[in-house]
């Protein structure tokens, strides 16, 4: 007899599906200039999955539809970022899409159904449902690109975004299938098992591994598969960018988790050692290259190529401790990400895109407490004491060395002194040079509120970080 499969731990998954329709169909027969309907419609469902995640988390953890998903504490905490993180960026985007008349309903549901695409990423199972949560968020992404249609920087950004995401999809897809090809499954547990059992010796399985790292390495950014994020970052409208760089990274890192360190732990001495190049590479190129940009986003871009690097230190180390530093890193990354590009956002207005280091000339004397943020900002992302960005460096520093890999983690301790460079150079111009302009900034009372709120948050967790690896550490216990 055909049993109905208790859909209950699906419950946010489908809140989310259900709503984005919701929200494609209220701004077809209700929409006003605004979308304000849509966009509140929108910021609501995320903030209702908060509640609902939270009510069906499972702390023991459990596989369910046949080995196809799972249920545990790492997934509901890496999906409430995930909400938080996509309402941030919301917030941010709405005056500014709306200003430059590309403000459309398709692009909250857009949101959403990128959002279900990183749900399904971090909740994933099987190389199936993986492969179906990366295409379900890299299609909407490619489509927020090239929103603003007069735009020819963005629909070039979005063509390149496209081919090279396509690329990557590609190398993970035929990773997938020869690994299912050697194992005959394409469960994760399955898949685990059958590698422990049978070692590492077969030719298909190596090849398998490769392409899946370097699939890995396409969707992250890390060199030398970064070709395009640069590109994407300077051209794509910068809320986009902004979304870009937070939420899908949280993403990414509940990818890595289920298939490196959940399927392919048996193979540890063969990625680990291409992890560990593509960290060094990222940590090197990524930085010094940050130092000869003009453009802040793509000063920004390579910044996140560099801390990729960091990033990477934890998975590397190959132990519980290290998968929590690193998903604290990206958690706490996301957050800066945010405030970061926030500030562009805020000092952007219509035909004029505040994306060269120039526009922050004398930014002090225009508005101190918008250049207190900014600084705050940098000094957290430079990793400096005791903004929140000095703890999740500190973090995955000290589980590389605890797991012997010392060479590696004082590379990454130079690196990060170099990339101090380019950080505070942009605070020098803010506070030591003239102001191009005297024109007043202007911006909407929550869009002030809330770079404000995010500025000082990396203060304020810089102080008590303690909480936010709690976190991590309990999801990896």
């Not at 050692?273 to 930085?287: D, E, Q, Y």
Request: aromatic share 14%.
């Amino acid at each position: 007899m055909f049993q109905v499969p208790d859909l209950f731990p699906l419950s946010a998954e489908i809140f989310i599906l259900v709503m984005a329709c919701v929200v494609m169909v209220v701004d077809l027969y209700f929409a006003d200039k605004q979308h304000k309907i849509t966009y509140w419609l929108t910021q609501l469902t995320l903030f209702l999955a908060i509640f609902i995640t939270a009510y069906t988390l499972d702390e023991k953890g459990s596989i369910l539809f046949s080995g196809m998903y799972i249920s545990d504490y790492m997934s509901s905490v890496l999906k409430i970022g995930i909400y938080i993180a996509t309402m941030l960026s919301l917030l941010y985007a709405r005056d500014y899409i709306a200003e430059r008349n590309f403000l459309k309903g398709e692009y909250y549901m857009l949101a959403l159904f990128a959002v279900l695409g990183m749900m399904v990423m971090v909740s994933a199972h099987s190389l199936l449902t993986i492969y179906l949560g990366l295409e379900l968020l890299s299609l909407p992404l490619y489509a927020m690109v090239a929103m603003e249609r007069d735009n020819a920087k963005a629909s070039e950004a979005a063509m390149k975004y496209f081919v090279m995401g396509a690329i990557a999809s590609g190398f993970l897809l035929y990773g997938m299938s020869l690994l299912y090809g050697a194992t005959g499954s394409i469960s994760i547990e399955v898949l685990n098992q059958t590698l422990l059992n049978t070692g590492s010796n077969n030719m298909m399985v190596n090849f398998g591994v490769v392409f899946i790292i370097s699939g890995f390495a396409f969707k992250l950014g890390a060199v030398p598969f970064h070709m395009w994020l640069p590109d994407v970052y300077q051209g794509s409208p910068t809320p986009v960018t902004l979304f870009i760089g937070s939420a899908p990274k949280i993403a990414a890192f509940g990818m890595i988790i289920r298939l490196l360190t959940d399927g392919l732990a048996g193979l540890s001495e063969q990625w680990q050692p291409m992890l560990m190049v593509l960290a060094l590479l990222s940590l090197a190129i990524g930085n010094v290259v940050a130092i000869a940009q003009t453009n802040i986003k793509r000063m920004l871009a390579y910044s996140t190529i560099g801390h990729v690097g960091f990033f990477l230190l934890g998975i590397i180390a190959g132990t519980q401790a290290g998968y929590a530093a690193s998903m604290f890193y990206i958690l706490v990354y996301a957050l800066m990400t945010l405030a970061g590009f926030g500030m562009i956002v805020f000092l952007s207005r219509k035909g004029f895109e505040s994306e060269t280091i120039a526009d922050f000339k004398g930014l002090a004397k225009r508005s101190p407490w918008a250049a207190l943020m900014m600084l705050f900002t940098l000094m957290s992302l430079a990793g400096v004491p005791p903004f929140i960005g000095f703890w999740p460096k500190l973090e995955v520093i000290l589980q590389a060395i605890r797991s012997g890999y010392i060479t590696l983690a004082i590379t990454a301790i130079i690196f990060s002194l170099i990339a101090a460079y380019y950080y505070l150079r942009i605070a020098k111009v803010m506070y030591f040079d003239e102001p191009a302009t005297d024109e007043a900034i202007v911006a909407s009372s929550d869009v002030r509120l809330l770079v404000a709120v995010n500025g000082l948050a990396m203060l304020a967790l810089g102080i008590i970080p303690g909480w936010i690896l709690d976190f991590c550490i309990k999801s990896f216990s």
